[in-house]
């Protein structure tokens, strides 16, 4: 399985927190960093965070304080914890890996921020 699989989207309230989880048992240990883009309609897909191989983290500041990209070795798999959501968070959320000259997309997962 080559392409990251992402679950955990869904109808959340404002104010409210959503886990995403990436499963990418096949390219995690190929890319040098894993990343969240996100891409609401009409607008262009943007990098929400990202965590290289060494572990370090970044963020869109939309989102720095609210969101949180872990990752777990042992299950491969890669998190996004989202907190204190908003209505402009609405949007698809995909999981990439980046191995440079080659990109990893999954299919990507439905975040709706709502009352």
């Known amino acids: 399985q080559v392409q990251p699989v992402e679950s955990g989207g869904g109808l959340v309230q404002p104010g409210g927190s959503l886990r995403l989880s990436c499963a990418a048992s096949?390219?995690?240990?190929?890319?040098?960093?894993m990343a969240w883009y996100r891409q609401a309609p009409g607008n262009k897909r943007e990098l929400v965070a990202r965590?290289?191989?060494?572990?370090?983290?970044d963020y869109a500041d939309s989102v720095k304080g609210r969101f949180t990209i872990s990752r777990d070795i042992v299950e491969r798999t890669v998190y996004l914890q989202m907190d204190s959501l908003k209505p402009e968070d609405t949007a698809v959320y995909y999981c990439?890996?980046?191995?440079?000259?080659?990109?990893?997309w999954g299919q990507g997962t439905q975040v709706t921020v709502s009352s």
């Open positions: 965590i290289s191989r060494e572990g370090a983290t």
């Open positions: 096949g390219i995690f240990f190929n890319v040098r960093s």
């Open positions: 990439n890996g980046d191995r440079g000259a080659t990109m990893y």
